[in-house]
């Protein structure tokens, strides 16, 4: 068996480019957000859906983690909607 050696994230790991890798990330951070604060609430996806003013398989898809349907965008809206705004920060240091 060949020994792997990640390069920290699963996403690094698969290939992407770095801008690619980044957008994953974030995508994939805001989906974990969305998905904490539906269950937080206990929501069904049909009140989610209805909260949220998006369709139930919308609310399957993104509990499913099926990232590559959905912008960053799109989850930063969803976010606001349950009332979780969203911050940004750049990180300035440059990568020795």
Do not use: W
């Not at 790991?13 to 770095?18: H, I, Y």
């Not at 206990?42 to 993104?62: C, N």
């Amino acid at each position: 068996m060949k020994k792997h050696t990640t390069k920290g994230s699963v996403l690094d790991d698969l290939g992407f480019d770095a801008a690619e890798t980044e957008n994953l990330k974030i995508r994939a951070a805001l989906m974990r957000a969305i998905e904490a604060e539906l269950k937080h609430r206990k929501l069904t996806q049909t009140a989610a859906a209805e909260l949220l003013e998006i369709s139930q398989p919308r609310v399957s898809d993104l509990m499913r983690g099926k990232i590559h349907l959905f912008t960053i965008d799109c989850l930063v809206t969803i976010l606001m909607q349950l009332g979780k705004p969203v911050r940004l920060i750049i990180d300035d240091r440059i990568a020795a």
